[in-house]
């Protein structure tokens, strides 16, 4: 484990380049800073770029690896794709989302020849290049949704597109255009992969909370995510769609990454990492905490009390020991760093305190 910087403000959102030299992140507000990082333990980081084309907060970020093009997204309801010209200059190109409310979210499709933007607009913006006119234009998915949409995640397959969303629902779209994909095959999600087509959507039957973060397996028959009501689920497509869900005893988790076929990864308002193993319907169980001690129950004694302090106090400063975890402040996302969906070797998380950390 190596913490890289501690910036002392929250890092919202972070993104790598191809070889994992440079790093993309915003630091709670409207400016896109990339860096450099040193080879080896990624220990020093150097200011290379300031991006500041947004006006408002920079809620989601992603770097396509082959295509070296960057996008970002704000809630100033707009979005950008970034290309380097020369090797010096990030030259912005305004994408054409069309939606009324803050975008919150963003990703690049696995062949990079599109990405979905999720926005507070009640929609998703599917966005492809349009070279006669020379812009990124975008097609919505609006129907069933009725709220705000937190996270998405593409399918290995180029087509298929996951959504969490504030009205306690996940949902799986086809996200197909005909001017970009060749025809998709038959998937156990369904067949017909017209646009927009809604093949999954699953409402909690008791107690439900905001989905934070959704993940496709490696190998797309599974999608796990992580509500605000401390679960975490997973739906199988080859087992008829059953949902398996574990209501765990620690605070919400806000993002969640598989890490190999049967693992997956977890991290929120504990503030640190936790694994979790699924081996079929209804076996999904924790693995492992990963903290500096690693012992459950006291880690989570210790966030718990961070937050009683704060609200007693009224402070955030001198309200106790430190946490026995590397992070000292909620995990806000998660980025495999080495390796992939497949067999991660390196992750790294940022955090509200400030913090990038490699694991």
Known sequence: MTTIQNFAIPVTCHAFNADNSQIALSLNNNILNIYSLSSGNNSDIKLLHSLDEHTAIITGVDWAKNTNRIVTCSADRNAYVWTLVDGKLWKPILVILQINRAATCVRWSPLENKFAVGSAARMISVCYFEEEQNWWVSKHIKKPIRSSITCLDWHPNNILLATGSTDF?????????????????????????????????????????????????????????????????????????????VRHQFLPFVTCEWIAPASLLTAGHDCCPFVFSYDGPNALALQQQITLKGEVKKAAHSAMRKFQDIDKKATDQDVGAQLETIHQNAINEIRIVVGSKSGAQKFSTIGKDGRIVFW
């Not at 799986?172 to 087509?197: C, E, H, I, R």
């Not at 397996?217 to 796990?224: E, V």
């Open 169 to 245: 629902r996940t949902r799986v779209f086809s996200a197909y255009m005909k001017t970009v994909d060749s025809k998709p095959g038959d998937t156990p999600w369904g067949d017909k992969l017209n646009f927009q087509k809604l093949l999954f959507e699953y409402l909690p039957t008791s107690h439900g909370g905001w989905v934070h973060s959704v993940s496709f397996s490696p190998d797309g028959n599974k999608m796990a995510w992580v509500s605000h009501n401390s679960t975490v689920s997973v739906v199988d497509a080859t087992q008829n769609m059953h949902v398996t869900t």
